[in-house]
């Protein structure tokens, strides 16, 4: 079992950066690939990033070269650098844990466990 609990979510201006944070409790989270999600008003959940146990990274195409993901294993922390922030980012964006850390899975319905969102908020 593995719990996740966001942090680092607000509101920024268009141009401006936000780092999120996520908390996993579970003494196997370095063999978890994490995950991050976003979900705006009205849309489906969509893919943001994921790292991989062994901290190889996926964005979405969206994303890419704007935001940053890392991971440190001792702290069992997980964390999200967006920079360049757009109003389209707004959304509710979830951390999430695949039990299956190596494998390169990029929809929702791959990861076992979710942490509760964090709103974030860009301003034009």
């Known amino acids: 079992q593995v719990q996740l609990v966001e942090s680092g979510g607000g509101l920024v201006q268009a141009g401006g950066s936000l780092r999120l944070s996520c908390a996993a409790s579970?003494?196997?989270?370095?063999?978890?690939?994490m995950g991050w999600f976003r979900q705006a008003p009205g849309k489906e959940r969509e893919f943001v990033a994921r790292i991989n146990w062994g901290a190889s990274t996926f964005y979405a195409n969206s994303v890419k070269g704007r935001f940053t993901a890392s991971r440190d294993n001792v702290k069992n922390t997980v964390t999200l650098q967006m920079d360049s922030l757009k109003p389209e980012d707004t959304a509710v964006y979830y951390c999430?844990?695949?039990?299956?850390?190596?494998?390169?899975?990029?929809?929702?319905?791959?990861?076992?466990?979710w942490g509760q969102g964090t709103q974030v908020t860009v301003s034009s």
């Open positions: 579970g003494r196997t989270f370095s063999t978890y690939a």
């Open positions: 999430a844990a695949d039990r299956y850390g190596s494998r390169v899975a990029l929809d929702f319905r791959a990861f076992d466990y």
